[in-house]
């Protein structure tokens, strides 16, 4: 029997803790060696060491200077992602890094050429190409259901805004939410995006203008294969998350709605009705979650090609910084324009 | 017992014939009188006859010209409808024009000055605001269902595409299809576009990209509330005409789907399968095309308001006309870049 | 061109009214020469002659022995319908008959036997074969699309109960409602019942069990091909009216649900609504009931059988009885325990 | 921290290794201490020892000897359900029994009399009212959404007929599949059954009529509280596990689908095409498996009462073998006929 694959994670808060738990409970062959955060509670070094963990500590360094750590986990504030790629793969690890990277485009580049050089296998966590219905409509379309696409509809709708103060560290809308679906866009198109047009407003919360961010927006993605991409995206659904997607092509569409916690439907003097969406993103993509890992831990294994990648982490920055740029110059804004991608970064 | 209207039809051919067809098996108190085609034919006479026209004529002025008739209908080539529609005005009658009632915008404004000066109610035949699906967005909307308006998405896709002949003189996609869809935003955003954004392309029949069209169009309409329409075309979808919308709001989202000739679902090994949506206009909208008579001869009767007039045909082309140079120059038009639209046409 | 088939209609009530507007509106060929009823009112006849009839009458005998008349449609009450259609029948009429044809099955068996011997074409009302929901399951089992039918089940709801006056006459939740799912389950199978059970109850309306009625009532059939069949009936669905069925079979199963006003589907916080049924019979089955016609009429033009006929109208109260004797006495009754319809009546 | 409470399997065939599974991986502070199985193979044993069973043995005296462990789960053979639950009840363990107790009605009362003189807790494994589809029905229900519940529609189609080895021992279509739906009528309605009418056929495959045994059925359930439940089940639905309900009441319905794979839809030439049910019963109730245990556990630990019982075990095989003589007698058959249950069993 193969040995166990031995991980750390630095960042112990909520992605920290979703990546910790379904390692524990959901992917055999892999244990949590140590968790690291420098913020590190009781409670979440007793729910870590119920989850697993060999050890818990505050120094991140405790992973990187540990040889029997094959992998390791970077789920702490965006600002750290880059560098402590940089280190993880300088010590050898394969990284699973989240998003986004970094906001700054060539500190991504930077990272990546760190991660080239040392040969790791590097994923980002652009979990929803995991999720079990956005995998069906890149099936769907893989197998030539609908033809070649011509159109790809969005929609990207948060229950409820983040803080204000998340906001103004976050990139802001384009960076912070609408990254997942710029990466959707790209792995469901299977092209690279050409050009940005970006229509925003501040609908929601006028604090979020005042920060300046938009909590609305509608963004028009030109694709080098001619498909020609729409994503709508809200800051605030009253009726719960609201993730779908249709893509249109010579041949038929294939679209999808949200989960819902039942099929329920009752048909009273009030009219029909069923439920809701799955209000929280943990509620709807823990299965992904679980599937990102499950993939990046075979590549470990099998030597494989990890799903999404160094670019895909560059790239959907990229277009974000072209879509905020759009939207404040209001203009058609290309991505050559943002930064040279054609650098063998892919 | 009231009087019976008598209408007179110019335009014998498929439009024509649809509203003599309503007129003559669901609107009780209307009766066609005359009816005028130049390349009128024996089957159309008879057909004609059959639905009670008292007469049939290769003339139009006999409609003009008789004192009896109280509403012409005008169904003739969209280049005859601004002339024909200022005659008929100039005779008192009231109008029902087809959209549009003209490619120049300034000959849409000539006519607008003439319907004014001579005091006649003056409809134009954008159907889709009358028919069931379409009518319950806007009732949910102006209920306060949703609250306000952040979001508009209408998809709008043809079963197969005109002949390119068609497309040469229609004046192409923006003003021949899509021009549905900019009538609706209007109508159910209840506010008026500032600024247009239309990315499109040719991915149909590249004949028509010949023709100097396009057959696959998304377009952002900026709308003076703040609310933000996007617009998907396409020339065909192969499994029927597709017709949507949703609207999205500060207290929830209301959409509509197509119909289908039956609920029918089949479940089998190759999966769950329920009709495609209804695959012709004519099917999908009969109903729509009788309610927009019914209220417009409502209006005349009562004198109250049409429901749909002048301006509302002139700013769908002027929306038309920027899409259409959106697309050429490929950033956003602002309307008052296209004409003056707020010389006291509404 | 063909005359005008001239009809007569014996009864201008809620139905009769019903096959008055739709010979008017919706079936071209077809004119109404005289409309009879016994309490004929001001209002009535002035509707009746909008509709075109020519002549309005309290005498029936106006009818029956006009030559001009080639087709009577008996909308009377029910205890009138077998004198009525001997009558027709003998003075050489078609007769289209409303169900049921008679609550006693030896005065059905009489019609139907001077039916046979006039050699009339004789159509019972199942309005419902020509709804295009049940239409679209026939066609999809006889298309083979679902294999053999291994069970049927079918809902049959009102929006609210009749009065207990009707009850007390109308034979029964069997005889004036279930009736109908009888006819259409034999419709589906394409096949005769042996046997029925009836578990009944009242749960909507204590007066209905005082009047010697069930207001709620499921009734397993089993046919002579194997298949079993259950219906469940209820006096009263808040939400609208209930028709729906699902076959299952060897290769699949088909279901239909009902039709709404619309396809418009509300999320908000409440939850996602989308509409009742449509509520009432009218609003169902306007199409099913011009359809019957359309097929009648065509039978009597060309010669063909009609789509449902005297047999139909037999069985069906067969049924009724076996239901209503199998509920009061708790046992499978066979249908041979009724009557003998082997009797050369098909 | 609360010690972990230690559990026995016994037998460790597909639905003991259901149950080690959810133990192992989704419920925290329970642990598997030894597993037992007479036909124990080594790949089970490494199976379960991964799963962190701490000792794997042919004989399950090791559990019912071990005083350390706490309850036991007995997944063996039907037949040995009832001396295996009285053996581990004697010793003092709570039971976690799977369906049925027994074949033979008075041994599963001799065991209910041993569960009640030992005190301990003993579930019976109806899984699926932990169901998240059928739980939402049974909440709509206790909430007042649908009023009383008057008919109850229960559809249960496996994807395909089990050997017909098993059918010959299982006690047939009644005993082995139905009686969960028996169950679940008996939990939706809140009521006893009173009277059984069972129409059954074979139409799926003539062994399994040779082994006298029916593979269709259709089943009345007439309730203490006047509820009529109707249950359609089948042995083969090849479009995969067709599990639905529909409560209908006094205000409004409620009802439930199938889960699918994916929410995806296709739209091409051929229709809209949707995903079939998932196919096995696993994949639909697995998250069932893991709450019956949740709340199995919680019972344990707080004293609380067991959500499904030894006279859920009983009286769902005692309508059971009502409807198996229903079937064969072709007459309602009365529950006090086939056994007294009003013994103080419950």
């Known amino acids: 029997m193969a040995e166990n694959i ?10 920290g803790q979703v990546h910790a738990k379904s390692i524990a409970y959901e992917i055999p062959g892999v ?39 094959e992998a390791v986990f970077i789920c702490s504030s965006t600002d750290t992602h880059s560098p402590l790629s940089q280190e993880a793969c300088l010590a050898g690890k394969h990284v699973f890094c989240e ?18 050089k040392s040969g790791v296998k590097y994923q980002v966590g652009f979990n929803r190409r995991f999720d079990h219905n956005f995998a069906s409509v890149k099936a ?18 948060d229950p409820a805004p983040p803080p204000v103060e998340y906001v103004k560290v976050s990139g802001g809308i384009f960076y912070d939410m ?5 990466d959707m866009a790209r792995f469901l198109t299977g092209s690279e995006v ?6 925003a407003s501040v609908r929601v919360d006028e604090n979020i203008g005042k920060a300046g961010d938009y909590d609305t ?17 809200s800051r605030k659904a009253v009726y719960g998350y609201d993730q779908r997607v249709e893509a249109f092509g010579s041949k038929g569409s294939v679209a999808i709605g949200n989960d819902t916690l039942s099929t329920a439907v009752i048909s009273n003097e009030d009219g029909v009705t069923s439920e809701k969406p799955k209000y929280f993103f943990l509620e709807r993509y823990m299965g992904a979650f679980t599937e990102e890992k499950v993939q990046f831990f075979d590549a470990i294994k099998n030597g494989s090609d990890i799903p999404v990648g160094g670019f895909d982490g560059l790239i959907s920055v990229v277009i974000a910084e072209a879509a905020k740029r759009s939207a404040a110059e209001n203009r058609p804004v290309k991505i050559s324009e943002i930064t040279d991608i054609d650098g063998g970064w892919k």
């Open 6 to 15: 031995a991980v750390g994670i630095i960042g112990a808060g909520r992605i």
């Open 31 to 69: 244990e949590i060696k140590t968790v690291a955060d420098p913020f590190l509670t009781e409670e979440i070094a007793d729910l870590m060491t119920s989850l697993g963990a060999k050890r818990v500590t505050r120094d991140y360094k405790e992973i990187i200077n540990d040889p029997e750590i």
């Open 99 to 116: 998003k986004p990277v970094d906001l700054d485009i060539e500190k991504i580049k930077e990272t990546l050429a760190v991660v080239k």
């Open 140 to 157: 769907a379309i893989d197998a030539g259901k609908i033809g070649d696409v011509h159109v790809l509809k969005i929609t990207s709708r």
């Open 178 to 182: 609408i990254v997942h679906d710029f």
């Open 194 to 199: 050409v050009e940005v047009y970006a229509a």
């Open 217 to 233: 927006a509608v963004v028009t993605l030109k694709f080098e294969n001619g498909a020609i991409a729409v994503i709508d995206g």
